[in-house]
């Protein structure tokens, strides 16, 4: 990893940090991402525009950066489309069970001092660490 790598982790945990700090304070709302796509997508319409807004900002974001760094953006999953659309349907399972997602409990969870979050944030890194230990020893690569 070289320095500019690490400044630009150090960035983009800064915004994240931010966003979510806004999020909370100004609309009261934890920024779990699962939580403000599934609240996009039912029915209720009331608090769709702040929500519309907030996933618009990651993608705007994201074509921003993608400008004066595209190189950042080049990398290709060596993955088939089925077995991608089968990750997504297991992870989007897993918000479901785990009542929230890696942004929700990870980062908003965890800097409230949430033993839930803590709970949740310790099951899925210890089953990604273990996906990944399983893999390297059947000789897959992640």
């Known amino acids: 990893m070289t320095t500019q790598d690490a400044l630009f982790a ?10 979510a700090t806004g999020l ?3 609309n009261g709302r934890v920024a779990g991402i699962s939580g403000i796509l599934g609240g996009l997508l039912g029915r209720d319409p009331a608090g769709q ?8 900002g990651l993608v705007v974001a994201g074509v921003v950066l993608a400008i004066p760094w595209p190189d950042a953006f080049s990398y290709t999953v060596p993955r088939s489309m089925p077995l991608l659309g089968v990750g997504g349907l297991l992870v989007g399972f897993g ?3 785990g009542s929230g997602c890696t942004s929700g409990h990870g980062v908003c969870g965890l800097s409230r001092l949430s033993g839930r979050a803590l709970a949740a944030t310790l099951a899925f890194m210890g089953a990604g660490i273990a996906t990944v ?6 000789g897959a690569t992640p």
């Open 24 to 26: 909370l304070l100004f």
């Open 10 to 19: 150090l960035a983009g945990g800064a915004c994240i940090g931010l966003a």
């Open 95 to 97: 918000t479901r069970l």
């Open 133 to 138: 230990f399983v893999l390297g020893l059947v």
């Open 49 to 56: 525009s702040w929500r519309l807004g907030f996933l618009g």
